[in-house]
């Protein structure tokens, strides 16, 4: 379920969402409705086995409405606690009261938006809290009874050095969460940090040490006990986020609200990015999907191929094949040989994966599983 709705938008942040102050009340109750509606009118009848919601930051909307639409979700398929229904939140959104107010309502997992444990960081990325707020939320959570957290950094802001980031991870380490998502910064064009580093206001800092945070985010979270399953994800065993790795696994799943996305039996659509239209259009009885297209066995296998990569486990030879009725091996037999020889790609134990080696320049290696 997508959210679109922040307290502010960040200058790096090219997401489908706005600023709340642009939503009166009644505009976001509309919104709410909508979604609901829009869950109400799902003729998929088995139970999923994640449910998120993701913005934007939900957290924004009162709680009262993020439980009601759980509550209807969880209706309609019967979920149980088993289910792992995450939500997605930023410090400054929560308190004690909101926190327990989504436990007692079903969500069992949180996803905490920290991006930094540095407040010269935090201010560069627009964010509108310190430290101090992050370590009050945490705790608050724990004391609404939330036993499965996890937090999102970002590496790679401008002016940050390679013992920043390590500050940071340090940091990160003291938290003690389930699960510890670090993301590269990725600076989208026509965002205003982007204007400001073609000004000449603020600038990335080299590859050089970009790679060096890579390599350090993977040494001090792999000491610190967490499992480094996904290229930016690191997890306590068990503790692996579920929703991502159907992802991940390229498996079926449906989104709901302003621009969400789905992928479902070879077809992929979105609905339409903006808020007020998506409501009037939910509102009216019509579709409001605004790009759809079905996808061929071929494309549906190379994303299976190039996705699973993403995984330090890599992709299941033999689910492939069951999937597919090919070998993965020799669909792709010109690409793996060569990036094995370039030592980008191995395979072991019924498994094609990235090496040590490949897992910086990833997307170089996912290029090679896209065919025309």
């Known amino acids: 379920m997508h959210i679109p709705f922040c307290l502010r938008k960040c200058p790096y942040c090219d997401f489908n969402s706005y600023p709340r102050s642009r939503w009166s009340r009644e505009d976001r109750r509309r919104y709410v409705g909508a979604v609901a509606r829009e869950l109400g009118g799902i003729g998929v009848s088995c139970a999923p086995v994640s449910l998120y919601f993701g913005g934007g930051t939900p957290t924004t909307l009162p709680p009262q409405d993020l439980a009601w639409l759980l509550g209807l979700a969880k209706d309609k398929w019967n979920l149980g606690e088993e289910v792992e229904i995450s939500i997605e939140a930023n410090p400054d959104t929560v308190d004690g009261e909101v926190l327990q107010e989504l436990r007692n309502a079903g969500f069992n997992r949180l996803s905490l938006g920290v991006q930094s444990l540095r407040d010269r960081d935090l201010a560069i990325l627009g964010r509108s809290y310190d430290v101090q707020t992050v370590h009050r939320a945490l705790q608050d959570a724990r004391l609404a009874g939330f036993t499965n957290i996890g937090v999102d950094l970002i590496y ?8 920043d980031w390590r500050e940071t991870l340090e940091g990160a380490l003291e938290l003690e ?17 982007a204007a400001a580093i073609m000004r000449g206001e603020l600038a990335l800092p080299p590859e050089d040490d970009w790679l060096e945070m890579f390599q350090m985010t993977v040494e001090i979270l792999g000491k610190g006990g967490y499992e480094h399953y996904e290229i930016a994800n690191f997890a306590r065993p068990g503790r692996q986020c579920r929703h991502n790795l159907l992802y991940w696994k390229n498996r079926w799943y449906l989104g709901v609200g302003a621009g969400a996305h789905s992928h479902w039996e070879r077809r992929r659509w979105a609905n339409v990015k903006d808020p007020g239209t998506y ?18 066995e071929g494309e549906e296998m190379d994303e299976t191929a190039f996705l699973g990569l993403r ?3 890599g992709v299941d030879l033999g689910e492939y094949r069951r999937r597919f009725g090919r070998d993965l091996g020799a669909v792709y037999a010109d690409p793996i040989a060569q990036l094995t020889a370039r030592g980008l790609l191995e395979q072991a134990d019924g498994q094609l994966r990235l090496t040590t080696r490949g897992l910086p320049v990833a997307n170089v290696v996912f290029a090679q599983f896209i065919r025309d």
């Open 156 to 163: 790679g802001i401008p002016g940050q050095s390679p013992q």
């Open 177 to 193: 969460v389930e699960h510890i998502s670090c993301y590269s910064l990725q600076v989208e064009d026509h965002t205003p940090m």
């Open 279 to 296: 409501a009037d259009l939910v509102a009216a009885g019509m579709p409001a999907v605004e790009d759809e297209r079905s996808l061929t």
């Open 311 to 313: 995984l330090l486990g």
